[in-house]
């Protein structure tokens, strides 16, 4: 049985960093594509970061471009979300997902982790 599990979160003041941790179990992340998204109260659900490849070529939504950085350990089988100078709009329950293949942009994911809450205080 596949399981993604996110770990990290939690109240950081604005300004501060968070290392959100994605943990695969039941199957192999290795190359393929591993985003992060995030949704915060009453808002739609929004692509964060994603990373994929032999290459580990990476994507950022514009808002976190420059602050967030995704990376794999595949050792660990576990991919990162390093967030630093947080802002209180970052506030929201991140999530990671895959599909275990290659394609980025999918019409939906197929495994989704149950998320972990990030709030940043002002």
């Known amino acids: 049985q596949v399981q993604l599990v996110e770990s990290g979160g939690g109240l950081v003041q604005a300004g501060g960093s968070l290392r959100l941790s994605c943990a695969a179990s039941?199957?192999?992340?290795?190359?393929?594509?591993v985003p992060w998204f995030r949704q915060a109260p009453g808002k739609e659900r929004e692509f964060v970061a994603a990373?994929?490849?032999?290459?580990?070529?990476?994507d950022y939504a514009d808002s976190v471009k420059g602050r967030f950085t995704i990376s794999r350990d595949s050792a660990k089988n576990t991919v990162y979300l390093q967030m630093n100078n947080l802002k209180p709009d970052d506030t929201a329950t991140y999530s990671c997902?895959?599909?275990?293949?290659?394609?980025?942009?999918?019409?939906?994911?197929?495994?989704w982790g149950k998320g972990t809450l990030v709030t940043v205080s002002s």
């Open positions: 997902a895959t599909n275990f293949d290659y394609i980025i942009y999918p019409n939906d994911w197929a495994y």
């Open positions: 990373v994929a490849g032999f290459g580990g070529t990476t």
């Open positions: 039941g199957r192999t992340f290795g190359t393929y594509v």
